[in-house]
């Protein structure tokens, strides 16, 4: 049997940790202050020197949703990251996540809106935490690179990966790279790095409106 972990991350002010119901495995919030409302969490703010060099909280956030082996290292089969701003429900939230995974070394719930990372772009340009990242730039030096966007588009809300898979640390390190050289735009990036780094993409069976076991909370900013 799999050991598996989840985790997740929340730096700054801009959203409030939410309680998680028992899907019998340790859940760890990375976070940069005590999150009194993580009730089922274990808190972790010993990690914040890590990222400390990084000014943007969300950026700081996304380096532990991108290094899953240098926090778990073999001590764990699979790690599941979830956004911070999801209420799981179901107990059997991790069970039955980890058999869609299978014995492939990562999956994605597919976009539930667009198919493409041209489309995607056009979509984040008008959203306000966006404004004053170079996007567009960022994009276009994919297309320049040979990227055909022809891979459908990725969700990046809920990851269930294999992370000491060599395919799925190749992944992970290409993408932080981009989300330090151009922007935290994560969704934008990891299917170019999919593509760059030949990670197979196994889409889950169910879009995030259809699955039950996690809804989307209220955030309290959206900066």
């Not at 992370?163 to 969704?187: G, I, L, M, P, T």
């Amino acid at each position: 049997m799999s050991r598996v972990i989840l985790f997740s991350s929340l730096f700054g002010d801009y959203d409030i940790a939410r309680p998680i119901t028992d899907v019998g495995v340790e859940c760890v919030l990375f976070s940069d202050k005590p999150q009194p409302s993580a009730h089922g969490w274990i808190v972790d703010t010993a990690h914040t020197q890590t990222v400390k060099q990084y000014s943007h909280p969300r950026l700081k956030a996304k380096y532990f949703k991108m290094h899953a082996a240098e926090l778990f290292g073999t001590s764990y089969d699979v790690s599941i990251y979830l956004d911070a701003s999801w209420i799981v429900e179901s107990p059997f939230f991790v069970k039955e996540l980890v058999e869609q995974l299978g014995d492939d070394p990562i999956a994605f719930f597919p976009h539930r809106w667009r198919n493409n990372v041209k489309d995607e772009l056009a979509a984040h340009l008008p959203i306000q935490k966006y404004w004053g990242l170079p996007i567009e730039r960022q994009v276009a030096s994919y297309f320049a690179d040979g990227f055909k966007d022809d891979a459908g588009l990725m969700e990046m809300t809920c990851i269930p990966a294999r992370h000491n898979d060599e395919r799925v640390k190749a992944f992970y390190e290409s993408w932080w790279a981009e989300n330090v050289k151009w922007s935290y735009a994560d969704q934008l990036s990891a299917p170019y790095c999919a593509w760059k780094t030949g990670l197979p993409i196994k889409y889950l069976a169910q879009n995030l409106d259809a699955q039950k076991w996690f809804r989307l909370a209220a955030w309290r900013a959206d900066i």
